[in-house]
């Protein structure tokens, strides 16, 4: 195990069980510290435990701490508090866990298979900024879980069914595109197909003919009719196509086989209401069958309905949902469900996870959890739109992300071609446009600024990505035998700032499971803006190609390479690239 403050822990609980005279586990709540690199916190609870002086305890927990082979003499501090040094040659003996291409970061002790249901866009329609966060936050998720050794099935939980496509549809027909060549030809840009459903929504908002039709072209569409399917199936190939050139410009792991919509569940749908009526379930409320699961309540404190099926004989999305939830529990053997959705569903969703404990799907064995998310935000405050109020288009943000990065690389290089101008450029517009959301908790709205995204200063990606091209640069600079020695053995810590640097270096493990555990990427970022934050410190304290002894370079040429590594192994994980040049 890298981790020294892990291995402190391991010991000092040790310790205090061996003085509890009755051999209890206690927590030694080891944490940094600004007065040193660790602090044992533990001590002022097992003081009360014992009824003894929290000093007294805090001196004999010091005496039977095995921690010399690690540390410097543990000193007790305030009430009892119990700060460590750690040794410079033990955090370079340790740094030897960091050189496999897991950096150090152990597997789950327990892996298990993991769905992650993210990004979810509609079908005949572009995705834009609202789908920003649910595909960046998602990603970065299953990447993170993946790289623990989890068995990760992404699901893309395209919307892809229901009344709207009754309409859409319907509209292709009275539109005299009901051949399959050319509707498709019609629908080749999605952009289209936005101006298409606008049309179809307009005209299902005021004609009730159109309307009517399109409600009884749903009941088609979802009873199999070939025709109706064959046209529906125009649309969806349109927008997946579109998609997945999405995906791919945003550089996002999804693909077409993680498509599965709601359409995927259609011919089960009976089945499990089926189940849901046998096992008692579902009453008939208003000629539609509703489960009430106990505990959700409306305004004026009457049960609240989930709909499963419309008093029409239709089926709306909580009855998708519900199936989804079988199908990953029973079919894929998932025992980890995370749905990377924004914070307004969380009722629907705590709706479904509890019928679906009530029907027996979901039980203590398997944890269920809503991944909420808050708003991307302008400037202003408000919601993030474009000068004219309408919704930002993911392909634009995409562009301009991109093209200020450009500007961005022109001017600060002058040695890269074209082709590697644009790649560069890519690299980090994307990487801003993912590290600024990815850097904000989660659960809150967070403010899209161009120009805080991509500074080459403070918590950004583009900092990042310039300090691992600086630490490349060096190495690449390096004399030959002097890069070719710089081995993790090479490293001699004598220096603040490399003790610094080393320490931080040791925290990727721990960083990479907070984030995968307890489903927050800004811990990761967060880690690794203080990894980059202490590397800077490090380069400008101590000379590296300039030291004079050769075996002072070779350590520091070390620590800039395991630094390299280990900030490239992070952003990747976030999803985002590390150039070796900018």
Known sequence: MADPLALISERAATAMAALDPDGAPHDPVVRPSQHADAQVNGALALAKRLGRSPRDVAG????????????????????????LTLRDDALAGLLGDLTSDRCGVRPAAEPHTVVVDYSAPNVAKEMHVGHLRSTIIGDALARTLAFLGHHVIRQ??????????????????????????????????????????KAARARFDTDPEFAERSRARVVALQAGDPDSRRLWRILVEVSTTYFSDAYDRLEVSLTDGDYAGESTY????????????????????????????????????????LIVRKADGGYGYAATDLAALRHRVRDLGATELLYVVGAPQHDHLEMVFAVGRQAGWVDDTIDVEHVAFGSVLGED???FRTRAGDTVKLAELVDEAVGRARTLVEAKS????????????TAIGLGAVKYADLSSDRVKDYVFAWDRMLALTGNT??????????????????????????????????????????LALLGFDAAVHACADRRVPHRLCTYLYELASAYTTFYEACPVLRADDPVVRRSRLALCRLTASVLACGLDLLGIRAPTRV
């Open 60 to 83: 004999d927990l010091v005496a039977a701490l095995d921690v010399d082979d690690l540390c410097l003499t543990p000193e007790v501090a305030g009430p009892g508090f119990i700060n």
């Open 266 to 305: 259609n011919d089960v749908l009976d089945d499990v209401v089926a189940e849901l009526e046998a096992k008692g379930l579902l009453v008939t409320d208003d000629g539609a069958l509703c489960a009430f699961p106990p505990g959700f309540e409306g305004r004026e404190g009457e049960p609240l309905p």
């Open 156 to 197: 893309n939980h395209l919307g892809d069914w229901g009344t709207p496509f009754g309409m859409l549809v319907e509209h292709l027909v009275d539109s005299g595109l009901t051949d399959g060549d050319a509707a498709g030809t019609h629908a080749a840009a999605v952009s289209d197909l936005n101006a298409f459903y």
């Open 381 to 383: 405050g408000k919601m």
């Open 414 to 425: 002058n040695d890269l071609t074209d082709d590697e101008v644009t790649d560069v450029a």
């Open 461 to 502: 990606a583009p900092y990042l990505q310039y300090a691992h091209a600086r630490m490349c640069s060096i190495l690449a600079k390096a004399d030959p035998d002097d890069a070719a020695s710089a081995t993790v053995d090479a490293v001699r810590i004598t220096e603040a700032a490399e003790h610094d640097l080393a």
